[in-house]
């Protein structure tokens, strides 16, 4: 059998080629000394002893009980894998919870669905290869990938876990719309953020908050403290859609308009 080999790189490009005078006799010598230099020090060199961990952990550790989470762990579960979920709510479901309605991620006919949000969260709870570890968190992790020991406290004490892998599904926060004063946040009861909106909706006909009217015509405002160095220089990446999807809130709302 073809015991293996060694490979060593001479770093011609960035050490001589692109440094260093063309056509010239110094700069052929040195290009010749780092690949004298590459080659003796693969003459001098052993084949390393391969080191092979045992007892390596094919379980999964999937932190956050969201949409996110809760979908790899479905995944992970079918495909024969056990997994640990981990949430620090007391129950699953995330942002999702909060949703009146979602975007279809496959087809967008209809425009807006249910979130389904409860059958999501009872396939995970029910799922035999999945279990659930509300009102908790990863108090530590210890070892390496394939042989981490993660530690998760909860109500109930603290448990640790042989795990291989780990996926990190924590979630977002939503931007402090206060330090968006100029916008009115916080002084007008009529401005409010798109994740509030959604709990409008939820409720029934969309009402004004500051007298429970309906409202007539609502306004969306994008890349609120977004692209904006004072705030976030980044895009959210969801806000748009998501403006387009609380439109259609809006348009299916009794005697509503909306103006975007």
């Given at each position: ?6 490979i ?10 692109w ?5 010239n ?13 590459a ?19 094919k379980d ?16 992970a ?19 999702a919870?909060?949703?009146y309605?979602?975007i ?5 006919n209809p425009?807006?669905?249910?979130t389904?949000?409860d059958k999501?969260i ?10 659930v ?13 394939g042989l981490?020991?993660?530690?998760i406290?909860?109500a ?20 402090d719309?206060?330090?968006?004063d100029?916008?009115?946040y916080g ?18 006909p ?5 007298d429970?009217k ?8 994008q890349?609120?403290?977004?692209r904006?160095?004072n705030?976030l ?5 969801m ?6 999807k ?15």
């Open positions: 059998d073809f015991p293996g080999c060694l060593e790189r001479a770093n011609i490009r960035e050490f001589v080629a440094t260093h005078e063309p056509n006799d110094e700069t052929q010598a040195l290009a010749d000394d780092y690949i004298a230099m080659a003796v020090k693969v003459s001098k060199a052993d084949l390393p002893t391969p080191s092979v961990l045992e007892d390596l952990s999964i550790l999937v932190i956050g009980g969201g949409i996110s989470g809760m979908t790899a762990a479905l995944d579960a079918e495909a024969g894998y056990k997994v640990f979920l981990v949430e620090k709510e007391p129950q699953l479901g995330g942002f919870n909060k949703l309605k979602k279809p991620a496959r087809t967008y425009i807006i669905v249910d389904e949000i999501v009872q396939q995970v709870e029910s799922h035999p290869n999945i279990k570890y509300k009102s908790s968190r990863v108090e530590k992790t210890e070892g390496q990938p981490y020991d993660v530690t406290a909860g109930s004490g603290s448990e640790t876990l042989k795990i291989g892998a780990i996926i990190m599904a924590t979630g977002w926060i939503p931007y719309a206060n330090k968006l100029y916008l009115g002084k007008y009861k009529n401005v409010v953020t798109n994740v509030e909106f959604e709990q409008i909706a939820k409720k029934g969309i009402a004004r908050p500051s429970g309906d409202a007539e015509k609502v306004a969306f405002i890349c609120a403290g977004q904006d160095p705030h220089p980044y895009c959210s990446s806000c748009c859609a998501t403006s387009l609380q439109a259609r809130y809006v348009r299916q709302n009794d005697n509503a308009m909306a103006m975007v």
